[in-house]
T-cell receptor, first 113, second 113 residues
Framework: DVKVTQSSRYLVKRTGEKVFLECVQD?????MFWYRQDPGLGLRLIYFSYDVKMKEKGDIPEGYSVSREKKERFSLILESASTNQTSMYLC????????????FGQGTRLTVV | RKEVEQDPGPFNVPEGATVAFNCTYSNSASQSFFWYRQDCRKEPKLLMSVYSSGNEDGRFTAQLNRASQYISLLIRDSKLSDSATYLCVVGVYYGGSQGNLIFGKGTKLSVKP
């Protein structure tokens, strides 16, 4: 059974903290993605990566960075968390970006206070 | 113009009804098309891919019109368990294994007894 695992289901952080969201996939997929999902705005792409150490900005990269040191792991970093980054964060992976099914993790509900 | 636009919903229908979701996309370079389903507080999961010739999976029928850049999903004989948010998804492929998925905001369906 394919699996994308996000490190935390719920997270509460303080404004200004550096936050790490971790995602691991066990399918040997080339592509990994970070989205955030907000009511009325749908899923918006933050960053994606098509190979180890490679990254591309999505639609809303400001305030975020990513790291992909190993193929199976893709980390999202909030350099200095702000309240407007309170959201549901979803990680996904796919074999061929844009052409094949994307598998999602269960999501991390991040609250910044 | 938003890249992927869907009916805003919500759709409230009785069991047994036929319901249709429509979606338009703006990027003519889009090459892959999907419908995803997202249950409340869960991650999105692939419902079905959409092919140019149209395709059917049980009670679900998907259609694609590339000339009009239009995608549809028809659910026949709707069940209570069909209640979810349906996401129209368009894939853009850049070459190699690179590409990403662009999500519509989703349409919420509630099937009532």
């Amino acid at each position: 059974d394919v699996k994308v695992t996000q490190s935390s289901r719920y997270l509460v952080k303080r404004t200004g903290e550096k936050v790490f969201l971790e995602c691991v996939q066990d399918m040997d997929h080339e592509n990994m993605f970070w989205y955030r999902q907000d009511p009325g705005l749908g899923l918006r792409l933050i960053y994606f990566s098509y190979d180890v150490k490679m990254k591309e900005k999505g639609d809303i990269p400001e305030g975020y960075s990513v790291s992909r040191e190993k193929k199976e792991r893709f980390s999202l970093i909030l350099e200095s968390a702000s309240t407007n980054q309170t959201s549901m964060y979803l990680c996904a992976s796919s074999q061929v970006g844009g052409s094949t099914e994307a598998f999602f993790g269960q999501g991390t509900r991040l609250t910044v206070v | 113009r938003k890249e992927v636009e869907q009916d805003p919903g919500p759709f409230n229908v009785p069991e047994g009804a036929t319901v249709a979701f429509n979606c338009t996309y703006s990027n003519s370079a889009s090459q892959s098309f999907f419908w995803y389903r997202q249950d409340c507080r869960k991650e999105p999961k692939l419902l079905m891919s959409v092919y140019s010739s149209g395709n059917e999976d049980g009670r679900f029928t998907a259609q694609l019109n590339r000339a009009s850049q239009y995608i549809s999903l028809l659910i026949r004989d709707s069940k209570l368990s069909d209640s979810a948010t349906y996401l129209c998804v368009v894939g853009v492929y850049y070459g190699g294994s690179q590409g990403n998925l662009i999500f519509g905001k989703g349409t919420k369906l509630s099937v009532k007894p």
